[in-house]
């Protein structure tokens, strides 16, 4: 969920970047004051009631006129990871049995929001065949959907790859009541298994994914990967 903090802070939960522990971390703390509609609400839902549909935004609606939520912009706080680990995470969920490229969301039903709705249908066993069939329809896919979370309002966005310290960062710069040590202690959540096989990048995909992904390889952080050279482009497979 999103989550509204005591205080008044908003944590907007990205898809497969550590928020199931974040969430976890921040209720046991003792932090959190209210869910905010959907488990991953991106900014537009959480600032706007135009931004929400059906039970959603009933929900919303109803913690408005209750008074639990803020009346203006809130400090807001995501996380995201390298846009290729993204890619490889996503991967490696739905390759779980109990996933298995279940379809999340509707595009065509308003009602039935995902963020990853996008990705229905667009899964594959073969990893390389994934990642062909994401960027062919959605060029540029994760620095997109990030781009819905981070917005120009956002306050905080911190690093999976640093996800516990970054965690005890924002909570010191909102000056929350916590405890560091248990932080630092609590056990992972939700992290899939990592597979032996089939999770090795095409170098020549890689490349274009690097360069459909640039602007948010930049945008925060992550431009040590360098722009693979102009003209270069993916093999032309068409995969299903």
Known sequence: MALLLKGGSVFLHVPKTGGRWVTAVLTAAGLVESHLG???????????????????????????????????????????RHPLDWYESFFNYNCEPDVNWRFEGDVQDPHNWHPNAPLNGLGSPDFN????????????????????????????????????????AVLKKLQLPFDEQFIRGFDKVGVSPKRSTGLIWDPELEAEVIRQE????????????????????MAAIECQ
């Open 214 to 233: 640039y602007a948010g390889l930049v945008r925060w952080g992550y431009a040590e990967t360098q722009l693979p050279t102009p003209g270069r482009s």
């Open 129 to 168: 065949c994934f990642v062909r069939n994401v960027i062919r329809n959605y060029p540029g896919y994760v620095t997109e959907m990030y781009s819905r979370f981070a917005v120009p309002q956002i306050s905080f966005v911190g690093k999976q790859e640093n996800l516990c310290d970054d965690l005890i």
């Open 38 to 80: 959907h488990m991953h609400a991106d900014a537009e839902r959480v600032l706007s009631p135009n931004g929400g549909s059906g039970r959603h935004l009933i929900r919303y609606l109803l913690k408005r006129r209750l008074g639990l939520l803020p009346r203006t912009s809130p400090f807001m706080f995501c996380f995201i």
